[in-house]
């Protein structure tokens, strides 16, 4: 499946649980050798009352992250079109906590991504020794890299939307250094859990563009979880509306958010089922 062409191998380990090893999904995840994907998702019996399902998300280098966006969209329509269940909103568990998931008339799907957390501590991030610039009613942090190829620090966002992520102001995505920054971000040491990392242009208040390097599958056609970031730093620098078109790579997602620190960003976009197949995955690799 893809969601704006961030694109996703779906599990369906409901009945039985398969057990794959990091080095197995890698094996999916492979462009050449595999099936190909920017992150493994399976679909599990539910864990809990109210809950429908656990949304299970392993990155392409075979690590287990804490949500996707784009994957929760396809998500909702895979377990609907696999007859795992007939509702158009479902409830789902994550790593990071609990989201729903809705079916619009239009056939793209929105998804409550929850509010964002702001607290360095629970991103993580370490400050330490750092002073934040003042920029709307927010900030920017000052990241320096010992890097030769990134030698002036970069100031970004900082946030988590489930997941690490930062944003920074870019004044044409096309010619931002997101194949060379992006990978220092991403393994920043400030940065515990590694980051994904977010270059926003500004068209107007209500419309950007986008391109994110994201932690473990280096750039995608989209993110999601990075658009609701985007979004979100930039209506606290005081340059955004509340409801925000995203242009990426991959296609256009629409994120809603108030402003208002506790309230859930909601995400829109595509979800397509591109083709359903059979793998024998190798027990040693």
Partial sequence: MQGAGNDFVMLDETRERFNL???????????????????????????????????????ADGGEVEQCGNGARCFVRFVREQGLTSKDAVRVKTLSGVIELRMQPDGRVTVDMGAPVFELDRIPFDATGLLPQAEGSWQKWP??????????????????????????????????????????????????????AGFMQVVSRRRIRLRVYERGAGETLACGTGACAAVVAGRRWGLLDARVDVTTRGG??????????????????????????????????
């Fill in 21 to 59: 090893s990091p080095a197995q999904y890698r094996f999916l995840a492979d462009r050449h050798f595999g099936v190909g994907a920017d992150q493994i998702l399976s679909v599990r019996p539910s864990p809990g009352e109210g809950i429908d399902f656990e949304y299970v998300i392993h990155n």
């Fill in 143 to 196: 990241l320096a890299f010992e890097a030769p190829t990134q030698s002036v620090p970069v100031l970004i966002a900082i946030l988590s939307m489930g997941n690490p992520h930062t944003v920074q102001l870019v004044a044409d995505v096309d010619s931002a250094p997101v194949l060379q920054t992006g990978p220092l971000i991403e393994r920043h040491e400030r940065f515990p859990r590694r980051a994904n």
């Fill in 252 to 285: 256009e997602l629409t994120i809603d958010w108030t402003g208002q620190l506790e309230a859930p960003v909601m995400m829109t976009g595509p979800a397509t089922t591109v083709f359903a197949s059979e793998i024998e995955v190798p027990d040693a690799l």
